[in-house]
């Protein structure tokens, strides 16, 4: 660190970040020297391009009329519209004359109207045992290592990874495991019922432990979340603990505060619990 901070020294720096509107995305926007370049939706006729690029082939007017309306211009909602539309056969390549081509009424397709719908729409169409273990994952967040995965989804995981990988739902990369849209994962925990979620949260904290003694150490962080959203305190006020001076040590002040306030809150928790009979 002493050598690249000499190295930078009297340097210039951009940085560039992705935000969705929100409270944070307005303090962002207070502060000096920031310039907020938002990203508008596309119009019907970035739509019809969006298409084309997408397949290679031109899409005719009614179809980028029903997918413009039906997304409002996002380009991911676009994309899982099309890829809906062409596994229910009413979307159809003609390579005869390099041209999409549609088949019946799009009006009649029951297709949700907004993109988590579209996500759990196509999760629900899969066996029981990807359907779940997708469920699973969508706990442990993004770029998971990749020996927790294993070690949460238990015996079979490589075959059932490799699965997942080849419906275009996750990858890998330098041995860490991802959703192939964030959205997704996201779609998934949300649709998931407080006892489950918390159920979930639990296990990944004990496939955390399961992992040798100085990853368990790395991982101090999500141990912490994870029991912490299980509601199992006894666990998570340690690594609490832990997090929170790792993050003071590393001048992390905000992540440091916001650990020692989860901390205060589940003392406050234990506190008013009446005492357990024997």
Same mark, same amino acid.
Do not use: W
């Given at each position: 660190?002493?050598?690249?901070?000499?190295?930078?020294?009297?340097?210039?720096?951009?940085?560039?970040? &992705?935000?969705?509107?929100?409270? =944070?995305? #307005?303090?962002?926007?207070?502060?000096?020297?920031?310039?907020?370049?938002?990203?508008?939706?596309?119009? =019907?006729?970035?739509?019809?391009? /969006?298409?084309?690029?997408? =397949?290679?082939?031109?899409?005719?007017?009614?179809?980028?009329?029903f997918v413009f309306e039906k997304s409002h211009g996002n380009p991911l909602f676009a994309a899982e519209l099309l890829d809906a539309l062409e596994r229910e056969?009413?979307?159809?390549?003609? $390579?005869?004359?390099?041209?999409? $081509?549609?088949?019946?009424?799009l009006e009649e397709s029951a297709l949700p109207d907004n993109l988590h719908g579209m996500f759990l729409s196509r999760v629900d169409a899969l066996d029981g045992?990807?359907?779940? &273990?997708?469920?699973?994952?969508?706990? !442990?967040?993004?770029?998971?290592?990749?020996?927790?995965?294993?070690?949460?989804?238990?015996?079979?995981?490589?075959?059932?990874?490799?699965?997942?990988?080849?419906? +275009?739902?996750?990858?890998?990369?330098? +041995?860490? !495991?991802?959703?192939?849209?964030?959205?997704? +994962?996201?779609?998934?925990?949300?649709?998931?019922?407080?006892? #489950?979620?918390?159920?979930?949260?639990?296990? $990944? +904290?004990? &496939?955390?432990?399961?992992?040798?003694?100085?990853?368990?150490?790395?991982?101090?962080?999500?141990?912490?979340?994870?029991?912490?959203? $299980?509601?199992?305190?006894?666990? %998570?006020?340690?690594?609490?603990?832990?997090?929170? @001076?790792?993050?003071?040590?590393?001048? %992390? /002040?905000?992540?440091?505060?916001?650990?020692?306030?989860?901390?205060?809150?589940?003392?406050?928790?234990?506190? @008013?619990?009446?005492?357990?009979?024997?």
């Amino acid at each position: 660190s002493d050598v690249c901070s000499s190295d930078l020294k009297g340097s210039s720096f951009r940085f560039f970040v &992705a935000c969705r509107p929100s409270k =944070t995305l #307005e303090s962002l926007q207070a502060l000096p020297r920031v310039r907020v370049l938002p990203i508008h939706p596309l119009r =019907t006729e970035g739509v019809g391009e /969006f298409l084309r690029l997408r =397949t290679g082939m031109a899409p005719p007017e009614d179809l980028v009329n029903f997918v413009f309306e039906k997304s409002h211009g996002n380009p991911l909602f676009a994309a899982e519209l099309l890829d809906a539309l062409e596994r229910e056969g009413r979307v159809f390549r003609d $390579a005869e004359v390099e041209r999409l $081509a549609v088949k019946g009424s799009l009006e009649e397709s029951a297709l949700p109207d907004n993109l988590h719908g579209m996500f759990l729409s196509r999760v629900d169409a899969l066996d029981g045992t990807v359907r779940r &273990a997708l469920k699973t994952l969508s706990v !442990l967040g993004s770029r998971v290592p990749l020996d927790a995965v294993q070690s949460m989804l238990g015996k079979g995981s490589s075959g059932l990874l490799s699965k997942l990988s080849s419906l +275009g739902f996750v990858f890998r990369d330098a +041995g860490t !495991l991802s959703f192939t849209q964030p959205l997704l +994962g996201e779609a998934l925990y949300e649709s998931l019922p407080f006892s #489950e979620k918390r159920k979930l949260h639990h296990k $990944a +904290g004990e &496939a955390f432990e399961r992992l040798s003694a100085d990853a368990s150490k790395r991982f101090e962080i999500l141990l912490a979340h994870h029991f912490y959203e $299980a509601r199992d305190y006894k666990k %998570a006020v340690p690594y609490l603990k832990r997090s929170a @001076a790792h993050a003071k040590k590393q001048l %992390a /002040f905000f992540q440091a505060l916001e650990t020692y306030q989860k901390i205060l809150r589940v003392l406050e928790t234990l506190h @008013a619990d009446p005492p357990q009979k024997a």
